[in-house]
């Protein structure tokens, strides 16, 4: 299985450790410190992706954090997949 590139050139240009609020500078916006704090605390992304030193900041370790990113891509022409629409009218409160 071929590595894909957009992976590759992470893995050049990040550190092998870097601090967890520097994600969304060192990946130029293409992932959010935010949402992946909101994975993490969800239990969507492996413990072993991070770290923690005292009451530093949260660790990322690259190589098994990307390894877990890559699961998480998918192709560009596919459609987002969105929410049902719900069905049927909204009752609006009266007006006054």
Do not use: Y
């Not at 239990?43 to 009451?55: D, Q, Y």
């Not at 949260?58 to 719900?86: E, G, N, S, Y």
Request: glycine share 10%; proline share 12%.
């Amino acid at each position: 299985m071929s590595i894909h590139p957009i992976v590759e050139e992470l893995r050049n240009a990040l550190p092998p450790i870097f601090a967890g609020p520097l994600l969304d500078e060192l990946t130029g916006g293409a992932i959010c410190w935010g949402t992946i704090q909101n994975k993490r605390s969800r239990g969507e992304i492996p413990a072993g992706c991070f770290a923690r030193s005292g009451s530093g900041p949260t660790l990322v370790i690259r190589d098994p954090f990307l390894a877990w990113w890559t699961t998480t891509l998918i192709d560009a022409r596919l459609p987002i997949r969105k929410p049902p629409k719900l069905s049927g009218r909204r009752s609006h409160p009266p007006a006054r």
